[in-house]
């Protein structure tokens, strides 16, 4: 039933290893995970309010459609709250209906990655150095929202052992 599918977001400024690890732990729980759509539909930061909202409608539709074949747990590589961020970020605005999307989807776990790796550039990354702004930003979103988090830190086998040990508590 997917009502019985739980939802774990992966969250943070870019370039903190989330894509990475949404891949790995579908691959270790062997069920689906849901990429950042935003990748698939802009090829830049430059953007404009109707590519942030498809971006929005698009990214909540793959989550709806990951669940239907996810085993027990999906994955998500970011949320509607991190789409706002970067709406208000490069456009100055929020278009209403991202707030509209974040409500149509609960996660059941929230992970905090820090920036405490080091970032890298894939051509579409342009805020290496506002990584601390940025993080302060994404944290703040979840406190405004009372979300609580889990904080993931250290290197990588650091990362992954945070994300299993709490993966394995919500499934047991």
């Known amino acids: 039933m997917l009502t019985d599918i739980k939802l774990v977001c992966f969250y943070g400024p870019e370039s903190t290893g989330k894509s990475t690890m949404a891949k790995r732990m579908a691959e270790i729980y062997n069920t689906e995970f849901v990429p950042e759509v935003a990748r698939e539909i802009i090829t830049s930061n430059s953007f404009t309010v109707d590519d942030i909202t498809r971006i929005g409608h698009a990214q909540i539709d793959r989550i709806k459609t990951k669940r239907k074949t996810a085993n027990k747990i999906l994955f998500c590589d970011t949320d509607l709250i991190t789409t706002q961020i970067y709406s208000r970020h490069y456009l100055k605005i929020v278009p209403k209906i991202l707030f509209e999307l974040e409500k149509q989807v609960h996660y059941d776990r929230y992970f905090l990655f820090d920036i405490d790796v080091p970032w890298v550039d894939d051509g579409l990354r342009d805020l290496g150095e506002q990584r601390l702004a940025m993080m302060n930003v ?24 945070i994300v299993k ?3 394995d508590s919500v499934l047991s």
């Open 165 to 167: 040990r709490e993966i």
């Open 138 to 161: 994404f944290k703040g979103e979840l406190e405004e929202r009372k979300i609580s988090f889990i904080p993931v830190k250290g290197n990588w086998n650091e990362r992954e052992a």
